[in-house]
């Protein structure tokens, strides 16, 4: 479990600490605490293809079933638009 109010991050894989206690251990989804068991990805706020930065200003961390949803809106929203 991700121990917030100790300040205790686990390791994600690639996420890191300071990226996980940026967002108080919650999905900026749904706000739901992330738990051990939860599988966790880095989003790009505003995405690569229009434009958005590669920096930690433009990442939020997000549970996979959200992040593969908002994904494919963006490429369907592309797809829409010709960009």
């Known amino acids: ?3 917030q109010q100790c300040g205790y991050f ?3 894989g690639h996420l890191s600490r300071h990226d996980i ?5 919650r999905c900026n989804a749904y706000n739901l605490i992330f738990r051990d068991a939860d ?3 880095l989003d790009h706020i505003i995405p690569r ?3 958005g930065l590669d920096i930690s200003a ?5 549970h996979r079933h959200y ?6 809106a963006e490429q ?5 638009r010709g960009v």
Do not use: C, D, F
Not at 21 to 25: A, E, M, P
Not at 58 to 62: A, F, I, R, S, V
Not at 67 to 72: D, P, R
Not at 76 to 80: A, F, G, I, K, L
């Open 58 to 62: 433009n990442w939020q961390l997000l």
């Open 39 to 41: 599988v966790i990805e």
């Open 67 to 72: 992040h593969h949803t908002k994904s494919a």
């Open 76 to 80: 369907n929203s592309v797809r829409t």
């Open 10 to 12: 686990p390791y994600y």
């Open 1 to 3: 479990m991700v121990k």
């Open 21 to 25: 206690k940026r967002q108080k251990g």
């Open 49 to 51: 293809s229009l434009g």
